[in-house]
């Protein structure tokens, strides 16, 4: 069973706060991707990778940034949070163009 | 770009009741197109996909035929139960590519 693993699980910051989310896969996936979900919207892809070193820009890319050190790790960065941020952020890995993404449990994120 | 639509935010039925919510996408060639299930709590969970025009997915009783001419990826289930209440997500992967686009998400209730 394909695992995605997501810390913290709940974070409260404050508006210019700086706030890292951090997404391990153990699959040995070469695809990864970070998404918020806010009602009405659905999923929304911020960035995604597929590979070490390698980061793609997604939809609603402003005000984050991304990084991926390893095969396991990507790291989503906000460096100056605001309360438009305020949303329950999603990682997924995924092993091919055709294959099915596998999900974190999310990370529930409030700035205040 | 590519995009998914899915015109139903929620659909209330009662169990045994047939379900079809609709999915209809905008994207060239031959995407891969995916229908995934989120129970609350949870990340979503991948349900099936297609990769071809008049391939028929299916999982847990739902399924779906990719209609090319229509643009149209629509799942149903012919007698729903009370634990299939969740929201239901369609996406595609688009052709020669690694990113995943989401529609906004059905939310199916179902009263016993």
């Known amino acids: 069973e394909a695992a995605v693993t997501q810390s913290p699980r709940n974070k409260v910051t404050v508006t210019g706060g700086n706030v890292t989310l951090s997404c391990r896969q153990t699959?040995?996936?070469?695809?990864m991707y970070w998404y918020r979900q806010d009602t009405g919207h659905g999923l929304r892809l911020i960035h995604y990778?597929?590979?070490?070193?390698?980061?793609q820009i997604g939809d609603v890319p402003d005000g984050y940034k991304a990084t991926r050190t390893t095969q396991e790790d990507f790291f989503l960065l906000l460096e100056l949070a605001s309360p438009s941020q305020t949303s329950l952020y999603f990682c997924?890995?995924?092993?091919?163009?055709?294959?099915?993404?596998?999900f974190g449990p999310g990370t529930r994120l409030t700035v205040l | 770009g590519d995009s998914v639509t899915q015109t139903e935010g929620q659909v209330a039925l009662s169990e045994e009741d047939f379900l079809t919510i609709h999915c209809n996408y905008s994207?060239?060639?031959?995407?891969?197109l995916f229908w995934y299930v989120q129970y609350p709590g949870e990340g979503p969970q991948f349900l099936f996909r297609?990769?071809?025009?008049?391939e028929k997915g299916s999982s847990r009783g739902f399924e779906a035929t990719y209609n090319k001419e229509a643009t149209s990826f629509h799942l149903q289930k012919a007698s729903v139960q009370e634990s299939d209440s969740a929201v239901y997500y369609c996406?595609?992967?688009?052709?020669?590519?690694?990113?995943?686009?989401f529609g906004s998400g059905t939310r199916l209730l179902v009263s016993p």
């Open positions: 996406a595609l992967s688009g052709t020669g590519g690694y990113k995943v686009v």
């Open positions: 997924a890995s995924r092993g091919g163009d055709y294959a099915e993404q596998f």
């Open positions: 699959n040995s996936h070469n695809y």
């Open positions: 990778s597929y590979g070490a070193g390698n980061l």
């Open positions: 994207a060239s060639g031959y995407p891969a």
């Open positions: 297609a990769s071809r025009d008049k």
